[in-house]
């Protein structure tokens, strides 16, 4: 199944595109609803080209078992893939897209396909709620954090 979700943003495409490679802004985003520890207690500060083994908990609290992020980027294209898959998830291919709209507007897109057995359509229900909430924690950092105006 897919899920798409878009917004557009009140920053530049190249200033939003550099805190998508942040993790620091990931753990923003996600959090409290998700929480993200890497098994390996190793964090880059910028995700890189490879596999990052974790343990996911729902909250914060509940564990809902291991999540392999698998991050590939088109620096021109202003892309990241997240084809990862979890425990309970076969498949995860999260595509995070980021178009400009002129210098102070900037298309953001997650577009998410999932697979995970009978739970799929209880995964996409969920997936429906955490990326819209991710973004409305994207709009906040923006407001917080966003200094090119």
């Not at 500060?45 to 908990?57: G, L």
């Not at 291991?66 to 979890?86: S, V």
């Not at 999260?94 to 697979?115: F, M, N, R, S, V």
Request: charged residues 30%; proline residues 3%; aromatic residues 16%.
């Amino acid at each position: 199944m897919r899920v798409t979700v878009e917004t557009v943003f009140e920053c530049s495409a190249k200033w939003l595109f550099e805190e998508v490679q942040k993790t620091s802004s990931f753990l923003y985003i996600t959090a409290p609803l998700m929480k993200f520890v890497p098994c390996n207690r190793c964090w880059n500060k910028r995700w890189k080209q490879k596999n990052y083994e974790m343990k996911m908990f729902l909250f914060g609290v509940l564990p809902l078992g291991k999540y392999w992020i698998c991050i590939e980027k088109d620096l021109d294209a202003m892309t990241i893939r997240d084809n990862g898959k979890g425990d309970r998830i076969s498949k995860w291919d999260h595509l995070i897209t980021i178009a400009p709209l002129g210098e102070q507007k900037t298309k953001y897109c997650d577009q998410i396909d999932i697979e995970a057995g009978v739970v799929t359509v209880f995964v996409y229900l969920f997936v429906q709620l955490f990326y819209r909430y991710r973004q409305s924690r994207w709009r906040k950092w923006i407001r917080e954090k966003y200094t090119e105006k």
